[in-house]
């Protein structure tokens, strides 16, 4: 009795699975074109997109998941991957989404055990941050822009490489992604000196639900505050960050009792 309505659940399950699979298949040429309509003709955004169709897909999928409970055949893939390159990439992405109604999921670095980042249960994209990789360190200024997809190790090699008595507040694994470390806070071993990541973030890049791209200034102090901890991609999508470097002593004593 148990065994059979469990199969009529599974079967009614998969007949829901597929009519919504079909459905969102149909929308991607159209999101495809989308995405290339909005994009400025000396910026296509074609090489930013993988599709199951690209050779590359199923690697760039799965270069950044951990977790291998989420790497299994049943696991729902994204229709298409947006590794966006610039903010026109962003701005098509979330106004293209919109129109089509797809999910964004937003991926920055490799530490999402629950793979809330790459996996959804409705159609979904996944916008992946690994191709913004700028990070400019100013010593004189003693500050410096990081884009979301910089990793901690990343970061303190970029400040290291400039300075050895400047530092960042951040945690300690080298592979997390900044983009998704400072939406929550960020805390790591020079918190009781100086605070948590964001108590050290100075201004951001953000581009919004209907596509704005927004400062600091622009976004106001409330949703500046809420993307520091209330996990940005519940906001929009944040491309960089500018922080505040801090001061460390040059020469650093580790022992293990
Ligand atoms: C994926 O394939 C499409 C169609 O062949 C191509 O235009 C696009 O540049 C490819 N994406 C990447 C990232 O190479
Ligand atoms: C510090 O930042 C200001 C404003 O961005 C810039 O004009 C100035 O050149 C910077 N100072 C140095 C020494 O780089």
Not at 5 to 12: A, E, Q, R
Not at 85 to 96: D, F, G, I, L, N
Request: aromatic share 12%; hydrophobic share 40%; net charge negative.
């Amino acid at each position: 009795m148990m065994a059979s309505s469990f199969d009529l659940l599974s079967s009614l399950l998969s007949i829901l699975l597929f009519s919504v699979s079909s459905a969102s298949l149909d929308s991607v040429p159209d999101f495809l074109q989308c995405l290339s309509d909005y994009s400025p003709p000396f910026d296509p955004i074609s090489e930013a997109i993988y599709t199951p169709q690209n050779s590359s897909f199923s690697d760039v999928l799965q270069s950044y998941i951990r977790n291998l409970r989420f790497m299994t055949l049943k696991t729902p893939k994204p229709l298409v991957i947006v590794a966006a390159k610039r903010e026109s990439h962003v701005q098509a992405t979330v106004m293209c989404a919109k129109t089509h109604g797809l999910e964004i999921r937003i991926r920055s670095g490799g530490h999402d055990y629950k793979g809330l980042s790459y996996v959804s249960s409705i159609p979904f994209v996944v916008f992946d941050l690994f191709n913004l990789w700028y990070i400019s360190i100013d010593i004189a200024n003693e500050t410096g822009w990081v884009q979301a997809g910089i990793s901690l190790g990343e970061l303190y090699y970029g400040i290291a490489e400039k300075s050895n008595v400047h530092g960042f507040p951040v945690g300690l694994c080298p592979t997390l992604g900044t983009g998704s470390h400072f939406t929550e806070g960020g805390y790591g071993t020079m918190m009781r000196k100086y605070g948590l990541s964001v108590d050290n973030i100075m201004d951001a890049q953000l581009v919004d639900v209907n596509g704005r791209s927004l400062d600091r200034e622009s976004m106001g102090d409330n949703l500046f505050w809420a993307i520091k901890g209330g996990g940005a991609a519940n906001f929009g999508a944040v491309l960089s960050w500018k922080i505040n470097l801090v001061w460390v002593p040059k020469t650093v004593t580790v022992f293990k009792v």
